[in-house]
Structure formats: structure tokens, C-alpha cells
Nanobody, 119 residues
Framework: QVQLVESGGGSVQAGGSLVLSCAAS????????MGWFRQAPAKEREFVAA???????FYTNAVKGRFTISRDNARSTLYLQMNNLTPEDTAVYYC?????????????WGQGTQVTVSS
């Protein structure tokens, strides 16, 4: 059974940092496109960052220069380093694996972890 379990969310003040982790189990995703999405209250889920199928990294414009996606295949873990957080980053963050070709959909999803940024 495939599981993606996020951790590392929490409450920080604007300008602060958090590191999200996503532990995968049930199969290996070392060659899979994986990424992070988020959903703010009353908004649709949106793409944040991902490793594409060729290994390249992609970011939504709103987080470029502030967020960094990384992965440790030996630990089957995906990370999202988030710096200089703003209240607009407040959302539930979801880890996803086996992304679609356009990186906007996924076969597997985690349960989400809340990130709250106060001004």
C-alpha cells in the first residue's frame, strides 16, 4: 500500500522558515515525478514545486527564490525548504507522487500538513 506522509508544518511569523518532509512507503518513487501542492482556505489546490520526470525542478512564480524542493532517494523522502514566508503562503501543503505530464495532477497524494504564517 502506497503512503505519502507529510510532516513539518506549523505556525510561523512572516519572514520565517519551515521545512516540510514527505516520507514515501509502499514502493519506490526514485524515478518518479514528485512535488508539492497547496490549498488555501476557499481556494483551489495549486501547484507549488516539483521534480519533473526528467529530474528537473519546477516552481510556481510565487515561490521562486524562496522555496527549494529536494529529495533523498535513499530515505524515500521529499522535502520543501520554505524561506521568507508570507501570510499568502498559508495553506495546507500536500505531497504528491507520479505526477502527470503537465505536473498538475498526481496518482498518489499525502494527507496534507498545515502551514500558517502570521503577519
Amino acid at each position: 500500500q502506497v503512503q505519502l506522509v507529510e510532516s513539518g508544518g506549523g505556525s510561523v511569523q512572516a519572514g520565517g522558515s519551515l521545512v516540510l518532509s514527505c516520507a514515501a512507503s509502499g514502493r519506490t518513487f526514485s524515478n518518479s515525478a514528485m512535488g508539492w501542492f497547496r490549498q488555501a482556505p476557499a481556494k483551489e489546490r495549486e501547484f507549488v514545486a516539483a521534480f519533473g520526470w526528467s529530474g528537473g525542478t519546477f516552481y510556481t512564480n510565487a515561490v521562486k527564490g524562496r522555496f527549494t524542493i529536494s529529495r533523498d532517494n535513499a530515505r524515500s523522502t521529499l522535502y520543501l525548504q520554505m524561506n521568507n514566508l508570507t501570510p499568502e503562503d498559508t495553506a495546507v501543503y500536500y505531497c504528491a507522487a507520479e505526477l502527470s505530464g503537465n505536473l498538475l495532477e498526481a496518482r498518489y497524494w499525502g494527507q496534507g500538513t498545515q502551514v500558517t504564517v502570521s503577519s
